[in-house]
């Protein structure tokens, strides 16, 4: 299944740096949610982006190399699938080809509403995943 990936670029600010002179491991977290809603937003049609939220499920992040104030560092985010009211992505964080880590999560999509799930049909999904002839 072809699916489209987004490049999130990331701002490291002074406030995320820990008394280890680097990120705090904490800020990972925030840069993958903003990098997941970001490429919902981006991807879907306006309604479903409209009538949907998402809630986060699991997140495993494996930390490879630590980021520092100055670097220049990108989020790439890739859906890896759906099912029913659940997506499961894989984000890489990125300073030029180093990998700095690598996050699998799951996400429960809601209606805003009622903030009870809500299934992703064929109809929304694909956007993520368009068919290649």
């Known amino acids: 299944m072809n699916t489209l990936s987004h490049l999130f670029p ?8 820990d008394f280890m002179g680097h990120v705090n491991n904490s800020r ?4 993958v949610q903003e990098a997941v809603l970001e490429h919902w937003r981006n991807l879907a049609p306006p309604e479903a982006v ?12 494996t930390y490879r190399k ?20 659940r997506a499961f992505y894989e984000t890489v964080i990125k300073r030029g080809e180093e990998v700095l880590a690598e996050v699998k999560s799951s996400w429960c999509c809601i209606d805003a509403e009622t903030l009870r799930p809500a299934r992703i049909g064929a109809d929304i ?7 290649t002839d």
């Not at 990972?28 to 840069?31: P, R």
């Open 10 to 17: 990331i701002k490291i600010l002074p406030e995320d740096i």
């Open 28 to 31: 990972y977290l925030n840069w």
């Open 50 to 61: 409209a009538q949907r939220a998402w809630v986060a499920l699991k997140h495993e992040i």
């Open 66 to 85: 630590p980021a520092f104030l100055e670097d220049v560092v990108v989020a790439n985010v890739v859906l890896e699938s759906i099912h029913g009211a």
């Open 125 to 131: 999904s694909a956007y993520f995943f368009p068919k």
